[in-house]
Nanobody, 124 residues
Framework: VQLVESGGELVQAGGSLRLSCAAS????????MGWFRQAPGKEREFVGV????????YYAGSVKGRFTISRDNAKNTMYLQMNSLKPEDTAVYSC??????????????????WGQGTQVTVSS
């Protein structure tokens, strides 16, 4: 599976962005899909995950209520809608695919495929 993120850019605090993660090589519906982010000098951080069917999602506390993950399996694409952005949301955002489900998808080591990442910068 090849994953390609897009949509990252510079935005002002309080603004919104939508990231996309397009997959090729295999059908996306075979995988739970997650978003992770890594800020300079920090460890990679779990953002959220969506189940294979899209029926369930789970978010990190730092983004819950502001970020929404969705997917369109027919288009082999996943999305991350980010609202009320804060400067601390600045990071490289990466999507990833996992064969696991549930709480195992909260950990980056349980993901098999990764995109290259897209930079999101939130100015104050």
């Amino acid at each position: 599976v090849q994953l390609v993120e897009s949509g990252g850019e510079l935005v002002q605090a309080g603004g919104s962005l939508r990231l996309s993660c397009a997959a090729s090589g295999r059908t996306l519906s075979s995988y739970a899909m997650g978003w992770f982010r890594q800020a300079p000098g920090k460890e990679r951080e779990f953002v959220g995950v969506i189940s294979r069917s899209g029926s369930s999602t789970y978010y990190a506390g730092s983004v819950k209520g502001r970020f929404t993950i969705s997917r369109d399996n027919a288009k082999n694409t996943m999305y991350l809608q980010m609202n009320s952005l804060k400067p601390e949301d600045t990071a490289v955002y990466s999507c990833a695919a996992s064969v696991y489900s549930g709480s195992r998808t909260y950990t980056d080591s349980n993901y098999e495929y990764w995109g290259q990442g897209t930079q999101v910068t939130v100015s104050s």
